[in-house]
């Protein structure tokens, strides 16, 4: 067990919004979130990919993981695609759920983490206005103007350019991590197998999620012994928003090929130029040390 408390004035109240399904480092966010005493995580959403029944893949992902991990802790459906196919459609479990918690009158503030699209926060946004100002949105994200790259597509706002846009420039509390900070987290797949392999069944779902998405047919893009845990940052952030640098920036606007550009009258949002990848990284593997180092299966 972790032996140190968390003192109550400093604990924030979290949901974890994620296409879990998707690639394999979500489930290493979530389950760092989920350990971490600091976070108290209210929910856990399910985020579509870009592909038809996709939301219902991370639904089922986060099941696992919860289970592995033997937490009691609500996971959610969200919304079943792109916003621009949500019209005429009641809002998902996730969308209600955000909505009620953002106008819970609790002392604790409430952060967003978004490791995927940005549909269920969209849609929250567009069907109930009155939530803007309730609540804090760290997003794993988006280019960077600063350093554009024209050869590949950012994935989490390319999955829903019309979303990431309205949220983007919807004047909320939004502070991003785009792909150049996001693709630091690097770690290898020989540290995974010696450090959290034997935690637990939680650890060895990790790896072997990770080996058999390594040796899938869309990982053309990995270097083949090592990854980017490059959802992680939302939840060190959530820890301690200084463990990166970041700068107060006009939000970009993302164009059809996901490149990022400046567009007039943008509103403020925070836009971290580092974060500190040791302190993320080794905070998820002692945490799975301390609490699952017995395998259990």
């Known amino acids: 067990m972790l ?51 996709s939301m219902e893949k991370s639904y089922q992902e986060i099941l696992t993981i919860l289970s592995c991990m033997e ?53 929250a946004l567009r069907e109930y206005p009155q939530i803007k100002g309730k609540f804090t949105v760290i997003w794993i994200g988006c280019q960077d103007t600063e350093q554009n790259n024209p050869h590949i597509r950012e994935f989490n706002s390319g999955n829903d350019i019309e979303a990431a846009n309205f949220v983007l420039h919807s004047g909320i509390d939004l502070w991003l991590v ?9 770690i290898s797949l020989a540290e995974i197998q010696r450090r959290i392999y034997p935690c637990g069944n939680i ?53 059809e090929d996901t490149l990022c550009v400046e567009k007039e009258g943008a509103p403020l949002i925070r836009i971290y130029d580092d974060v500190d990848s040791r302190f993320i990284l080794e905070d998820m593997m002692c945490k799975l040390e301390i ?5 259990q299966a």
């Open 3 to 53: 032996k140190y408390e968390v003192p109550e004035e400093k604990r924030i109240r979290v949901i974890v919004d994620t296409d879990a399904a998707c690639e394999a480092d979500d489930p290493f966010a979530i389950a760092q979130a989920l350990m971490s005493k600091k976070l108290d995580v209210r929910a856990v959403v399910a985020e579509h990919f870009g592909e038809a029944g």
């Open 71 to 123: 937490k009691d802790v609500p996971a959610l459906r969200g919304e079943d695609g792109r916003l621009c196919e949500t019209r005429g459609t009641a809002p998902s479990p996730a969308v209600e759920f955000l909505k009620e918690e953002a106008l819970r009158q609790e002392e604790k503030p409430l952060f967003v983490l978004c490791l995927g699209a940005m549909t269920n926060v969209a849609r």
């Open 178 to 186: 785009p792909m150049k900070v996001y693709a630091t987290m690097l």
């Open 203 to 255: 650890g060895k779902h990790l790896f072997e999620n990770m080996v058999a998405y390594n040796r899938g047919p869309f990982a053309g893009w990995t270097a083949g012994e090592s990854w980017s845990l490059g959802d992680n940052p939302a939840v060190g952030i959530a820890m301690h928003p200084g463990c990166g640098r970041f700068r107060m920036r006009p939000a970009p606007f993302v164009q």
């Open 291 to 295: 609490l699952y180092g017995a395998r």
